[in-house]
């Protein structure tokens, strides 16, 4: 399964730069509400990196696939209820 998901993560990784994501993100003011105005693609990339981020500053170079899914459902969650915060502020809420 772990290896499946880190497939997909390479597949997602060069769908998106096919995209050409040329506009520069700042991370740490992006809000939920820019977040999922976002094409698919990009929200991937976005997600992909909170995730590399939240990671490297726990530093575990691990990651569990479906502790990964989870995680994500309840941040989108937070987000749908509080479009206005940040997404590092909700990454932060939900103890990540």
Known sequence: MK???SIALAVAGIA????GLAKE???SKITCKEV??????RTLGVAMWMSGYAHGKANNPMVDSEK???NAEK???HCKSNP????TDAVQAMGH
């Open 68 to 70: 990964a899914h989870a």
């Open 36 to 41: 999922s105005e976002m094409p698919a693609a």
């Open 3 to 5: 290896r499946l998901f």
């Open 25 to 27: 993100i700042d991370m």
């Open 16 to 19: 998106m730069a096919g995209q």
């Open 84 to 87: 206005s915060t940040t997404l």
């Open 75 to 77: 941040i989108v969650a």
